[in-house]
């Protein structure tokens, strides 16, 4: 079975800093591509970052550009969202995504991943 746990997710201040966590276990390949994406109240679902299967390649939406970063361990059992001077406007659930096969011209695209996390609540407060 597979599973995506987020975690790290809380309340912080305009300017703190959140790291999330996604640890995956039971997929069935060796490499994935990670995808972090968000939704808040009302709104839709929107892609934040993105890295490729083998790591080389990376995406950020401009509105988390210089704020946050992807990465992953040297396993690849556990990705991470650092998060820095974060916004109110970046409140959301936070959710991770993974897939193997994933073309890295559609990392962005949430409909090409196959797992998916259950979120995580990231809440900013002015």
């Known amino acids: 079975e597979v599973q995506l746990v987020e975690s790290g997710g809380g309340l912080v201040q305009t300017g703190g800093s959140l790291r999330l966590s996604c640890t995956a276990s039971?997929?069935?390949?060796?490499?994935?591509?990670i995808g972090w994406f968000r939704q808040a109240p009302s709104k839709e679902r929107e892609v934040i970052s993105c890295?490729?299967?083998?790591?080389?390649?990376?995406y950020y939406v401009d509105s988390v550009k210089d704020r946050f970063t992807i990465s992953s361990d040297n396993a690849k059992t556990t990705a991470y969202l650092q998060m820095n001077s974060l916004k109110p406007e970046d409140t959301a659930v936070y959710y991770c995504?993974?897939?193997?096969?994933?073309?890295?011209?559609?990392?962005?695209?949430?409909?090409?991943?196959?797992?998916w996390g259950q979120g995580t609540q990231v809440t900013v407060s002015s």
């Open positions: 995504a993974a897939d193997p096969t994933i073309l890295t011209s559609t990392l962005p695209s949430s409909r090409y991943y196959d797992y």
């Open positions: 039971g997929i069935p390949h060796a490499d994935y591509a």
């Open positions: 890295i490729s299967n083998n790591g080389r390649h990376s």
